[in-house]
């Protein structure tokens, strides 16, 4: 693939899925700047790697690309920013009731909330699942770990986000 072609063959992909590529850089990272961020640099990178891609899921390529980035930032920040209010609420329903909306609103930042504490692992699988529904393969090839350990640490992200959710004194940490 030539450089121009390769530049047009990632921006279009890019573009295509730059809804997944900020939602999971925001909820790596903690807030919308830093997830533009992170989107900007993995774009950068995915251009100059375009001629590595092998073909496969170019979806989880990029995701893998973007999650790289998002890593790289948190690790020479040292320490992981919550989300700002505005963006750590989950999307609301459509419930036509003030009361329920709400209601639905606040549940959502309590689940929001209780998401921003799972450590990055956890995290990272429930939200490429959960919300950018992403098959247990992409997943595995975004993360870079077999299928068995995505499964494994969506079991874990989920028992620890219901048992926190359950228990709201109860910290969450990395065990069980």
């Not at 100059?48 to 990029?62: E, F, K, L, P, S």
């Not at 995290?123 to 529904?133: G, I, K, Q």
């Not at 640490?153 to 959710?165: E, H, I």
């Amino acid at each position: 693939m030539s450089g121009v072609a390769a530049n047009a063959w990632v921006g279009e992909l890019a573009q295509r899925h730059l809804d997944a590529a900020y939602n999971l850089g925001r909820w790596l990272l903690g807030n919308d700047q830093d997830a533009a961020d992170a989107v900007h640099d993995a774009y950068l990178r995915a251009a100059r790697a375009a001629h590595t891609y092998a073909g496969g899921n170019a979806r989880a390529w990029w995701l893998a690309i973007v999650r790289n980035c998002c890593l790289t930032m948190l690790s020479t920040r040292g320490r992981e920013k919550p989300l700002d209010d505005e963006t750590a609420a989950l999307p609301r329903t459509a419930a036509n009731e003030v009361e329920e909306r709400v209601d639905a609103a606040q549940s959502h930042a309590r689940i929001a909330e209780h998401l921003r504490a799972l450590p990055t692992e956890f995290r990272e699988a429930l939200v490429l699942r959960e919300f950018e529904d992403l098959s247990y393969r992409e997943i595995a090839d975004v993360l870079g770990v077999p299928i068995g350990t995505v499964m494994s640490r969506l079991s874990r992200g989920r028992a620890l986000l219901q048992r926190a959710l359950e228990s709201p004194a109860r910290e969450i940490s990395s065990g069980m």
